[in-house]
Nanobody
Framework: QVQLEESGGGLVQAGGSLRLSCAASGRTFNYVRMGWFRQAPGKEREFVAVITWSGSNTFYADSVKGRFTISKDSAKIRVYLQMNKLKPEDTAIYYC?????????????WGQGTQVTVSS
């Protein structure tokens, strides 16, 4: 079983930046995709970004494309989400996710989430 722990959330003004980090422990996360999701108050959890196990391919939700960057450090077993040009609508709890082995859409493990609040 893998444990995922997010950090780096906080309060930032619109236009600012934050960098989220996800530390994985337990099972190695080679050969599986890692991603970030978010859930705003009163809304369903939504996909933000995903990175392949090699780190060579990434995919983003249209709402964050060009502003957010997902990356990973395999040596330290961490996944990052660099968030630039933040907007108030980016306010949400951000969750790190490990996809199921061999899956491109099913998540098997979730972190506990970290709050990101963007003020206008």
């Amino acid at each position: 079983q893998v444990q995922l722990e997010e950090s780096g959330g906080g309060l930032v003004q619109a236009g600012g930046s934050l960098r989220l980090s996800c530390a994985a422990s337990g099972r190695t996360f080679n050969y599986v995709r890692m991603g970030w999701f978010r859930q705003a108050p009163g809304k369903e959890r939504e996909f933000v970004a995903v990175i392949t196990w090699s780190g060579s391919n990434t995919f983003y939700a249209d709402s964050v494309k060009g502003r957010f960057t997902i990356s990973k450090d395999s040596a330290k077993i961490r996944v990052y989400l660099q968030m630039n040009k933040l907007k108030p609508e980016d306010t949400a709890i951000y969750y790190c996710a490990q996809y199921c082995s061999g899956s491109i859409s099913n998540v098997c493990s979730w972190g506990q989430g970290t709050q990101v609040t963007v003020s206008s």
